[in-house]
């Protein structure tokens, strides 16, 4: 395709056959890759011309005098139509008359899209409506907010801590008589983020040396488990084994319900400890999931989401909504399959993009906050259905391009510089204005708005490398920034639309709970997914707080808060009590380790590192050596019976 010639352009012919002919270009026609136009010759004849035989006219070309152009028979007034429905339409046939030419980049050039009227202005430079500001601030209670900020007092505000008595129940239908305790359990998945181990899981119960552990205070402190805890590592393999997020013996309907109390209870938090700023950002994340799902197994996952252009591929797909500025999540929601999807709240209505974005914007109705959403939520519809709810927004158009100009300004942007800026405007159903803008960067970038204006922004600087070959064979790599005009609509998108993606790479790329943490269990997944976004959302509120002072890196706070966690200042160390039951006779005669050199068994004679806690008298030195249930004797059973 001849790069320039639109709709409307005077062209002239360069072929055998079509040389010395000038024209209008009156339909332009893509039904190959290669475009063809309908051309209206000047002396009246119309044909259809390959590109390969156009040429835009030029100053050089053109002759001293234009002729004046008859009327195209098929078009009566000065507005043309443009199918936005797809990008990739088989077939996509532009109108205009003889005077569009003329009125190209004027007040009165308009564009028809699905019963929409677009009209292309020249600037926008006052705000389309006044928003109040929100600052983003963290409503801190009570108990958290005495003493320093720790790093573990930003994890406890982000948790929501009323669910660990939701969690307690269930737990203990699985396994009786047993405590759980969540917090050693929640150190040694920080330390599995943090650094996992490449030794044996029984390295958290390592002893280590005592006086080490004040020195160093990192994640390569020795836990000490069984003395902090009293906890032993079979104890502690069985809560994890027997942790449940809901009641085994529960038949709920819904398939997510092992998750789902959770979920609300992670909205519900947010709402309450955090006050969002301005731009809320939109967009997906993915829980990694390559196990078994519901259709083959009836333990599986409800509902796999497989998209190949994710870094996770498959696993539970869910919708965040972040706080641009600070990076914290404020909600979630599980993407479950179809027909669930299509039974939730405003589908119907407005279709699946638009309707997730108004259910996770609900909290903040009427606040006059800003949305930026991913391209998977940006249409018209969505624009006009968040400014009926006291709400604006701003986005890059990609796919959604019902009632949308995109493939009129990308058209436009054949001859525009890079930096340069093309808007169009359209009044919405409340009267406001909402505008349509094209930045041309090394692709056009289309954007669907209600505020910001055109006004000069931030230029976008680009880091760039370059290798520079000299003439003595040498090479060397040249490091240069790359500067690119853009309005201040568009620095305010390109702010804010990333917040989401900032907090994956930090869950999924640094943290790696995914990993830290392998079960064959889908709601452990999700479970360990969700704990991970509240362990980063814990780091960007302390991020956010320190933002003047010399903070950790995300490394380094995982570290410090896995200490917090493990050796915890609020949780006194505790021993387990004996057992007060009528078995207690019968277990007296339990076998106990001398820790001394081995004696001879008093049943067998061969050597033993055990004694009866009964007949040993240690005050007297005088021990009963015995062989253990382990060493496959039958000792201690004899000795149990003789003792009766």
């Not at 003493?147 to 239908?173: C, I, N, Q, W």
């Not at 402190?221 to 032993?232: E, I, Q, V």
């Not at 196990?291 to 919708?319: C, D, F």
Request: aromatic content about 10%; proline content about 4%.
């Amino acid at each position: 395709m001849v790069v320039g010639i639109n709709f409307g352009d005077r062209v002239v012919g360069k072929s055998a056959k079509t040389r010395g002919k000038r024209g209008v270009v009156e339909v332009v026609v893509k039904e190959k890759r290669q475009h063809s136009y309908d051309v209206l010759w000047d002396d009246g004849q119309r044909e259809r011309i390959a590109a390969r035989s156009l040429a835009l006219e030029t100053s050089s070309n053109a002759t001293t005098e234009v002729p004046t152009l008859p009327m195209a028979s098929f078009s009566t007034n000065e507005a043309f139509s443009c199918d936005s429905s797809s990008e990739e339409d088989d077939k996509d046939v532009y109108f205009a008359d003889a005077h569009g030419a003329t009125a190209l980049g004027s007040l009165t050039r308009r564009v028809e899209c699905i019963g929409r009227t677009w009209e292309k202005c020249d600037d926008v430079l006052d705000e389309p409506a006044a928003a109040k500001k929100h600052e983003t601030k963290f409503k801190w209670p009570e108990v958290l907010a005495l003493g320093s900020k720790a790093h573990a007092k930003y994890f406890y505000l982000m948790f929501p801590m009323e669910y660990m008595v939701s969690l307690d129940t269930p737990t203990r239908t699985l396994i009786q008589h047993v405590k759980p305790t969540p917090r050693p359990v929640a150190g040694s998945s920080f330390c599995d983020g943090v650094r996992p181990m490449k030794r044996d899981f029984r390295e958290y119960w390592n002893e280590g040396d005592a006086e080490h552990d004040d020195d160093t205070r990192s994640v390569d402190t020795p836990r000490r488990f069984g003395t902090r805890f009293g906890m032993s590592r079979r104890r502690f393999e069985t809560l994890t084994a027997a942790f449940c997020l809901h009641d085994p013996d529960d038949t709920n309907e819904d398939p997510w319900f092992p998750v789902r109390d959770f979920i609300c209870a992670f909205n519900k938090r947010r709402n309450d400890v955090v006050h969002a700023g301005t731009y809320l950002c939109v967009d997906e994340s993915m829980v990694q999931w390559y196990g078994t799902e519901v259709k083959y197994h009836h333990l599986g996952l409800p509902h796999k989401t497989k998209n190949p252009r994710k870094p996770m591929s498959q696993g539970a797909e869910i919708k965040p909504i972040a706080v641009a500025e600070s990076g914290v999540l404020v909600g979630i929601e599980l993407v479950e399959r179809k027909l669930r999807q299509r039974d939730k709240q405003f589908t119907h209505q407005f279709g699946e993009g638009t309707a997730i974005t108004l259910r996770l914007t609900s909290p903040f109705y009427g606040s006059r906050r800003i949305v930026v959403g991913d391209s998977a939520f940006a249409s018209v519809k969505t624009l006009a259905e968040l400014e009926r709810r006291g709400l604006y927004f701003m986005e890059l158009v990609k796919t959604a391009l019902s009632g949308y100009p995109k493939q009129h300004m990308v058209q436009r942007s054949a001859t525009a510089r890079r930096g340069d800026a093309y808007v169009m405007r359209n009044e919405s159903p409340f009267g406001t204005m909402m505008y349509a803008l094209r930045w041309s960067d090394r692709k056009p970038k289309c954007i669907i708005a209600n505020r910001g204006t055109t006004a000069p922004g931030n230029d976008s600087i680009r880091t760039r490398h370059k290798i520079v070959r000299h003439g003595d064979g040498t090479s060397k790599t040249v490091r240069f920034t790359l500067q690119v005009r853009r309005p201040h609509m568009v620095e305010k998108v390109f702010a804010a639309f990333s917040a989401v993606d900032v907090h994956n790479h930090y869950r999924q790329g640094s943290l790696s709970m995914e990993k830290g943490w392998p079960t064959k269990t889908w709601w452990h997944r999700v479970f360990g997914s969700v704990f991970g976004m509240i362990i980063t959302d814990a780091f960007m509120a302390y991020k956010h707080e320190n933002v003047h002072t010399d903070s950790d890196s995300f490394g380094e706070f995982l570290s410090k808060l896995a200490w917090q966690q493990i050796f915890n200042e609020y949780i006194s160390n505790r021993k387990r009590s004996r057992i007060q039951s009528d078995l207690e006779t019968k277990y007296a005669h339990a076998r106990e380790n001398n820790g001394r050199a081995q004696r001879k068994c008093k049943m067998c004679g061969k050597k033993c590192a055990f004694i009866c806690s009964t007949c040993s008298i240690s005050e007297e030195n005088h021990f009963f050596p015995l062989c253990s249930s382990i060493s496959k004797r039958k000792c201690h059973a004899q000795h149990m019976v003789q003792a009766k």
